[in-house]
């Protein structure tokens, strides 16, 4: 769903829903890998998938792709839809951080609308620390490191903003998944589709 700097998959996101609506339904999830395709070294640590492994080893590996135990996240977004997205609901954080990075990337894109956001390489991507799945309260919350901005996406759609999501409160936009994006000054991070099971 991202790849390198992003140029060619910056619409892969929209696929990637697409796919989910029409397989979810059928009980099976499309999980989401992001990867450099470094054929230089300008190229790596641009996108990677992080997996959630007890140790480092060829079994948990393999366990925690058939799983989905693993996260896409990338240095660089090219979609500018995205960005702009992504920058009007910092700028309406309580947070003055995350104001500044909104403002940071609208600057950047009345200077180059069509332009791309590419990370420093010296600034991690947010970290996720832990996923609550609340099922009594129908939520589930994100907690992740660093400076972010969560938003949960459902059928193509942002349909919240924040690290929790009340699912109670979005029935009549929910299909059959939804999943989150977290954003931050060091890149994005996506979760794999929550199915729903309701």
Same mark, same amino acid.
């Given at each position: ?15 990637w829903d697409i796919l989910l609506q029409k397989v979810t339904p059928t009980g099976r999830n499309v ?16 996108g990677y998938t992080e997996m959630l492994m007890p140790s480092l080893t060829e079994d948990n590996f ?34 003055? #951080?995350? &104001? /500044?990075? *909104?403002? $940071?990337?609208?600057?950047?894109? @009345? ?29 589930? #919350?994100? &907690? /992740?490191? *660093?400076? $972010?901005?969560?938003?949960?996406? @459902? ?44």
């Amino acid at each position: 769903i991202n790849s390198k700097g992003d140029g060619r998959t910056r619409y892969d996101r929209k696929l990637w829903d697409i796919l989910l609506q029409k397989v979810t339904p059928t009980g099976r999830n499309v999980l989401a890998i992001a990867t450099s395709d470094a054929h230089s070294t300008d190229a790596v640590y641009t996108g990677y998938t992080e997996m959630l492994m007890p140790s480092l080893t060829e079994d948990n590996f393999r366990k925690s792709l058939e799983s989905g135990a693993f996260f896409a996240c990338s240095k660089n977004l090219g979609n500018p839809e995205e960005i702009t997205e992504i920058a009007n609901c910092l700028v309406e954080s309580i947070d003055p #951080t995350a &104001v /500044a990075l *909104g403002e $940071k990337l609208q600057a950047m894109q @009345a200077e180059d609308p069509k332009g791309k956001y590419e990370a420093p390489k010296d600034v991690d991507a947010p970290k996720v620390t832990g996923i609550v799945v609340d099922q009594g309260n129908d939520t589930i #919350t994100i &907690v /992740a490191t *660093g400076d $972010k901005n969560v938003r949960w996406i @459902a059928n193509g759609v942002t349909i919240e903003i924040g690290n929790t999501i009340d699912l109670d409160d979005h029935k009549k936009l929910l299909g059959n998944y939804v999943r989150a994006e977290i954003f931050g000054e060091g890149g994005i991070v996506y979760t794999q589709a929550f199915m729903l099971d309701y």
